[in-house]
């Protein structure tokens, strides 16, 4: 556990009056989001796991004839990331008081659902087989919903840690360019260096090494955030007062 101690240490690093470490956590979450719709696009059959948006498109291409998108996999992957926004909304009126508290509780379940989605991995021979990928879509689609949910109840400004739209939408439209204030371009920078870097290394490890080593550093990097997180638990400060 002293890999993750030393971990966790440095994602809590950076911190900020109104939301104390929160920031380099949702932004750790990111990169997570990168990873794993790195496996589910690029493994499980043009699908999203996180962005539903794309995933929802994705149905309409499927519905059109289009071939190689699957009607079944992005139903299976809309119905688990909406299963999983129940969850953490559930979660979030039950201990969202404690924001902290919150993302340590929020951070287990995930944990749970990607270590699922690992062991499916281990144990399949071919994870892009139909039902093998719907074992591994459905709990990753299902954390995804979950983190989501997290980070909309936390409400950390432009760290949504699944879609970037409107991040990057703020970037130019709030710039001094126009004549706006331009808030948080270093974060809004940042969310998208993040989502990126895990897209890259999901790829990366997926092409190389495979879908299992995706998911364990997933995995890792979950474990860290729940760590750092635990450890703001019992704190007191502001920043930790949620809605």
């Not at 980070?151 to 710039?175: E, F, I, K, Q, W």
Request: one cysteine or more.
């Amino acid at each position: 556990m002293l890999g993750f101690d030393r971990l966790a240490d440095r994602v809590a690093i950076a911190k900020d009056d109104r939301h104390g470490p929160l920031p380099m956590l949702l932004l750790v979450l990111t990169v997570v989001t990168g990873l794993v719709d790195a496996i589910s696009y690029l493994k499980l059959g043009h699908v999203f796991v996180a962005n539903m948006t794309g995933n929802i498109v994705f149905l309409g291409f499927a519905a059109g004839g289009a071939t190689d998108f699957s009607v079944v996999a992005s139903l299976a992957a809309t119905g688990a990331f909406l299963a999983g926004a129940l969850v953490g909304g559930r979660l979030g009126s039950r201990a969202g008081r404690h924001r902290g508290r919150f993302l340590a509780i929020a951070s287990c379940v995930q944990i749970a659902l990607v270590g699922a989605a690992l062991i499916v991995s281990a144990v399949v021979l071919d994870p892009s087989a139909a039902v093998a990928s719907i074992g591994l879509i459905v709990p990753l689609a299902l954390a995804m919903g979950l983190q989501n949910a997290t980070a909309r109840r936390l409400g950390v400004p432009d760290l949504t840690t699944t879609v970037l739209t409107l991040t990057l939408t703020g970037l130019a439209a709030d710039s001094r360019l126009v004549g706006g204030n331009s808030p948080n371009p270093g974060r809004r920078l940042a969310a998208t260096a993040a989502m990126c870097l895990g897209a890259a290394a999901g790829a990366f490890f997926l092409f190389h090494v495979g879908v299992s080593s995706v998911l364990a550093l997933a995995l890792v990097l979950l474990v860290a955030i729940g760590i750092a997180s635990y450890r703001t638990s019992t704190l007191s400060e502001p920043w930790t007062v949620g809605g």
